[in-house]
């Protein structure tokens, strides 16, 4: 690995690393706010309906930049076939999921993955793809609990990338990515009831 995929992987997972609900919850003086959800995860839904509007929305935005600064900048120095951007692409996301500052305990990792996709740009295949699954197991096949929504929305991505033809480079960053979430989930204190899947046009 060169020194220059080897300083952005350090970067990307330290950056993961520093989990802003938390940050942003005792900014506001909301100290641990994202515990009141059941899934007691640090991250973005958790930070808008236990800490605010504020709190949720810079929360959002951190977690997205600190998956697309590392890859986005990288990508300024480095083509995007090179096979060195899959740990670049990665460490943001495992960080925020097994965070160096939290004892390895983070979030779930759904906002920095997106971030990453983001840094990509102008190569937007990937998080459209990414977008569009979400939208989907959420709006026009209606999966719930989250954890089974979220479980599709990544595997389906996954063939979505793989069906278009997506740089194997970037489709293989995310199946990493992919793995890491859905360990992380699976340990999760997430709900994991029965799963229910319900249709745009019914209640």
């Not at 595997?155 to 278009?164: D, K, N, P």
């Not at 033809?165 to 992919?178: D, N």
Request: aromatic share 16%; hydrophobic share 50%.
């Amino acid at each position: 690995m060169s020194i220059t995929a080897m300083i952005f992987t350090v970067i990307g997972y330290l950056s993961g690393s520093i989990l802003y609900a938390e940050l942003f919850c005792a900014l506001f003086r909301k100290k641990e706010a994202y515990l009141q959800g059941s899934d007691h995860n640090p991250g973005t839904a958790n930070a808008y309906m236990y800490g605010g509007f504020w709190c949720g929305t810079l929360t959002l935005i951190f977690d997205l930049m600190k998956g697309f600064l590392p890859v986005f900048l990288y990508l300024r120095l480095q083509p995007l076939e090179s096979w060195e951007l899959v740990p670049v692409m990665t460490a943001p996301v495992i960080g925020h999921i097994f965070p160096l500052f939290k004892k390895f305990q983070g979030g779930k990792g759904i906002a920095a993955t997106f971030g990453c996709l983001l840094g990509l740009f102008p190569y937007i295949k990937p998080v459209v793809i990414f977008a569009a699954a979400f939208i989907f197991f959420s709006v026009v096949l209606r999966i719930s609990p989250h954890f089974y929504r979220t479980v599709f929305a990544y595997v389906f991505s996954l063939a979505g990338m793989l069906l278009t033809k997506v740089f194997p480079v970037v489709s293989t960053g995310f199946l990493i990515i992919m793995a890491a979430v859905l360990i992380r989930m699976h340990f999760s204190n997430e709900d994991k009831k029965r799963l229910e899947v319900k249709t745009l046009w019914t209640r």
